[in-house]
């Protein structure tokens, strides 16, 4: 099916409006907000993380409560390092193997520990009540260092971290037309 004059000539306008680079800063800013806002088809990987995840945290559960009951009988009473012992075990044994699934939970309790330990610090009075809510600060300092990291680091970066921020940043900054601009992130083979 051929399209419409009028629409063959809006795609050629807005396909060459696309090749001009005076507009290439702008058109980047675009492509990367929708990069951003379009969920990517991983519906089966999304499923079999949430299982991975589910079943760990299933394990750990049980190992955790088991250990501390066993130390809390042993010891006749509990004692507060009965729960880090018991977690600690259970990191092990359940978290320990290197992979995705348990690199990003860990990575998420890593963010939350800081936090309450910051906290904690605060309420023991080791570090000073703040006057204004530090989060800003926090969060623009995170992202001042991933995206430095990004840019002149990126080995160091986890990998799924590395293939997002290439999505979101450099992915954007390439098309050819109309199609790898909006509808696709990269051009689309011919047939």
Request: charged content about 15%.
């Amino acid at each position: 099916m051929v399209a419409p004059p009028q629409l063959q000539a809006l795609l050629f306008a807005i396909n060459a409006l696309l090749r001009k680079r005076r507009y290439h800063a702008a058109l980047a800013m675009l492509k990367g907000f929708r990069n951003g806002a379009v969920l990517r088809e991983k519906l089966r990987a999304i499923l079999q993380a949430t299982y991975t995840h589910s079943w760990n945290l299933a394990r750990f559960v049980f190992l955790y409560k088991g250990l501390c009951a066993l130390q809390s009988h042993v010891q006749g009473k509990t004692y507060q390092a009965h729960s880090f012992v018991s977690a600690f075990i259970g990191g092990l044994l359940v978290f320990g193997n290197n992979n995705n699934i348990n690199s990003q939970i860990s990575m998420y309790l890593l963010s939350r520990v800081l936090f309450a330990l910051c906290r904690l610090g605060v309420e023991k009075g080791f570090i000073p009540e703040p006057r204004l809510d530090p989060f800003p600060w926090f969060s623009g300092l995170v992202w001042g260092l991933v995206l430095w990291l990004f840019e002149y680091h990126r080995p160091t970066l986890q990998p799924s971290l590395q293939s997002s921020m290439t999505y979101l940043y450099e992915d954007s900054n390439v098309w050819h037309d109309l199609s790898d601009f909006f509808i696709y992130n990269k051009s689309q083979p011919s047939k």
